[in-house]
């Protein structure tokens, strides 16, 4: 079992930023290649990026790119997920996701393992 617990959301105006973290604990974390998904309100869950399990490899969902950015460090158990230049439709519940795999999946349901989500929320 993972125990994944994400925090760092709340309230910022467009254009500002936010950096979320996901704390790993349970097994070794750098077993697990990590997601980021978000939903919104009415809206299914999508998937924002993922990260590989040794961190050598990202991917960004193209409404995100050039302003998210994924990090882990696996001696942490964390990954993180900054937000630059964020726009009202960033919008969400932010969730992070673990799956037993060199690299993270599109799909949620490619996932073992969820955290609570933290709620982020952009004001225009």
């Known amino acids: 079992q993972v125990q994944l617990v994400e925090s760092g959301g709340g309230l910022v105006q467009a254009g500002g930023s936010l950096r979320l973290s996901c704390a790993a604990s349970?097994?070794?974390?750098?077993?697990?290649?990590m997601g980021w998904f978000r939903q919104a309100p009415g809206k299914e869950r999508e998937f924002v990026g993922g990260?590989?399990?040794?961190?050598?490899?990202?991917y960004y969902e193209d409404s995100v790119k050039g302003r998210f950015t994924i990090s882990r460090d696996n001696a942490k158990n964390t990954v993180y997920l900054q937000m630059n230049s964020l726009k009202p439709e960033d919008t969400a519940v932010y969730y992070c996701?673990?799956?037993?795999?060199?690299?993270?999946?599109?799909?949620?349901?490619?996932?073992?393992?969820w955290g609570q989500g933290t709620q982020v929320t952009v004001s225009s």
């Open positions: 996701a673990a799956r037993t795999a060199e690299y993270y999946s599109v799909y949620h349901g490619g996932y073992e393992y």
């Open positions: 349970g097994r070794t974390f750098s077993n697990y290649a």
């Open positions: 990260i590989s399990r040794r961190g050598s490899t990202t």
